[in-house]
């Protein structure tokens, strides 16, 4: 039987479909988006909070305990000076005060005397002394020992401000011990390194260019700035003057020195009492060693002495004029006991005598050997 015949499909049809379709599609996409926002806003939002501080499993330790409580108790005594000097402006031809640079120093009483470097206030018309609570004072110099790199200067500061420092001694100190340094490297203020003692017994040369014995070494860092300030031991006491570094660079390399507090003990009351430059002498001008070998004699040479020095009136003789020229007077070979090879065993005999001590020196003249005693003085 045959297939009855289909209407032809109008074109029309198909485009009604395709729209149909397309609304359908916006329908569920438009209730996917509606379904997905609704369900974003149903989550709780996450807000980010700092997280709790994790409880230490136990106190400080002993040696954080004592570090800190030496730092609480010494800062107080520590002074950030500034070396101020006098110069004249070439534009107005007045006379400026210039700040010239800075170091540390410490409160040796409650007079308002102030400890330092010598090098410290080097050149200086006046200093400026900070405290530690931020006060500032005109520093005035009493006096200096250029010999040991030490100086004292003094504030005009209500006793209540001078927390003066406790002082120990550098003679029975041991390679390995804890140290710490306070001071102001860079004008940091009241910074505090730590560190041990590296070495005992070292040699520096001061500015006038004469040895300082049994300084201490350390390896607690010492930058510029830190000059002046304190080494201590571990109760807090002073046991140095940190005074130089070891550094190619000019920071620290891990290795400082220190001028010994056994020293600075010495000097101290001395600059006080005579208010100048401290310089125990004997009245004499002594040949170098380099000299001495040359001629093939051991011991230290005088080469002049002082009119009306302590030399001179204990009848010591330098060069004289002889048939050949200049001829040896009196070779120092002893000071008090202590046999004398060359001028540094001289001079650490000296540098632990004070100005008005008496010493005994053994000298060989021509072959005759006698001992003469004489009385320090201070250098004219």
């Given at each position: ?47 980010y909070e700092s997280r709790p501080v994790t409880m230490p499993a136990g106190d400080l330790g002993a040696d954080e305990k004592s570090t800190i409580a030496v730092f609480k108790m010494v800062s107080p005594s ?30 040796w009483d409650d007079a308002g005397h102030i400890v330092t470097n010598y090098h410290v206030i080097e050149g200086a018309t006046s200093t400026e002394v900070t405290l530690a609570d931020g006060t500032t004072y ?183 004029q002889g048939a050949q020229g200049l001829e040896l007077g009196d070779v120092i070979t002893k000071i008090d006991g202590n046999p004398v090879a060359k001028t540094a065993d001289l001079f650490r005999v000296l ?30």
């Amino acid at each position: 039987m045959a297939s009855p015949d289909l209407p032809p499909r109008a074109d029309g049809d198909s485009s009604i479909l395709t729209k149909v379709l397309a609304v359908l599609l916006l329908v569920v996409a438009a209730a996917l988006v509606f379904t997905v926002v609704k369900l974003r806003r149903q989550q709780p939002e996450i807000v980010y909070e700092s997280r709790p501080v994790t409880m230490p499993a136990g106190d400080l330790g002993a040696d954080e305990k004592s570090t800190i409580a030496v730092f609480k108790m010494v800062s107080p005594s520590v002074v950030h000076i500034t070396n101020i000097a006098q110069m004249r402006n070439v534009i107005t031809a007045s006379v400026d005060d210039v700040p010239q640079g800075t170091g540390s120093g410490f409160i040796w009483d409650d007079a308002g005397h102030i400890v330092t470097n010598y090098h410290v206030i080097e050149g200086a018309t006046s200093t400026e002394v900070t405290l530690a609570d931020g006060t500032t004072y005109e520093g005035k110099i009493v006096g200096t020992a250029r010999d040991k790199d030490v100086a004292v200067i003094k504030i005009d500061a209500p006793p209540s401000k001078l927390a003066k420092i406790m002082i120990g001694t550098s003679g029975d100190l041991q390679v390995g011990q804890k140290v710490l340094a306070i001071g102001n490297p860079f004008g940091l203020d009241q910074t505090l390194t730590t560190g041990v003692i590296s070495g005992l017994g070292r040699e520096i040369t001061s500015k006038s260019q004469r040895k300082i014995y049994d300084v201490i070494q350390t390896d607690a860092p010492i930058n510029p700035g830190n000059s002046g300030g304190p080494l201590l031991d571990g109760q807090g006491r002073l046991i140095g003057i940190n005074t130089a570094i070891y550094s190619p660079s000019g920071a620290s390399a891990g290795i400082g020195f220190a001028v010994p507090v056994d020293t600075v003990n010495l000097v101290v009351p001395q600059i006080l009492n005579l208010k100048g430059e401290v310089r125990p002498v004997l009245g004499v001008n002594i040949l170098s060693d380099g000299e001495m070998r040359q001629i093939g004699v051991i011991g230290v040479g005088i080469r002049n002495i002082t009119r009306g020095g302590p030399a001179d009136r204990a009848g010591l003789t330098g060069l004289v004029q002889g048939a050949q020229g200049l001829e040896l007077g009196d070779v120092i070979t002893k000071i008090d006991g202590n046999p004398v090879a060359k001028t540094a065993d001289l001079f650490r005999v000296l540098d632990r005598r004070r100005i008005g001590d008496t010493v005994e020196l053994e000298v060989v003249r021509g072959g005759s050997r006698r001992t003469v005693k004489l009385t320090l003085e201070v250098a004219r």
